[in-house]
């Protein structure tokens, strides 16, 4: 078994990965309100996403 973060998908499976760059000041900010809200920088982007996607639905 692999180690790491547990699936979002279903376990024992791997869960589709995004990648993107942040400017430096981004990625600090990201960084300091991860922080402040008990949160990882990937769960705020998963949740600023999702919500992105929610918002802009078709």
């Given at each position: 078994?692999?180690?790491?973060?547990?699936?979002?998908?279903?376990?024992?499976?791997?869960?589709?990965?995004?990648?993107?760059?942040?400017?430096p000041?981004?990625?600090?900010?990201?960084?300091?309100?991860?922080?402040?809200?008990?949160?990882?920088?990937?769960?705020?982007?998963?949740?600023?996403?999702?919500?992105?996607?929610?918002?802009?639905?078709?």
């Amino acid at each position: 078994m692999a180690s790491g973060r547990p699936s979002l998908t279903a376990p024992g499976r791997r869960s589709p990965q995004v990648t993107f760059r942040l400017s430096p000041e981004e990625k600090a900010a990201a960084r300091a309100l991860a922080e402040r809200e008990g949160k990882t920088v990937s769960q705020l982007a998963r949740e600023a996403f999702a919500q992105y996607l929610r918002d802009h639905a078709a």
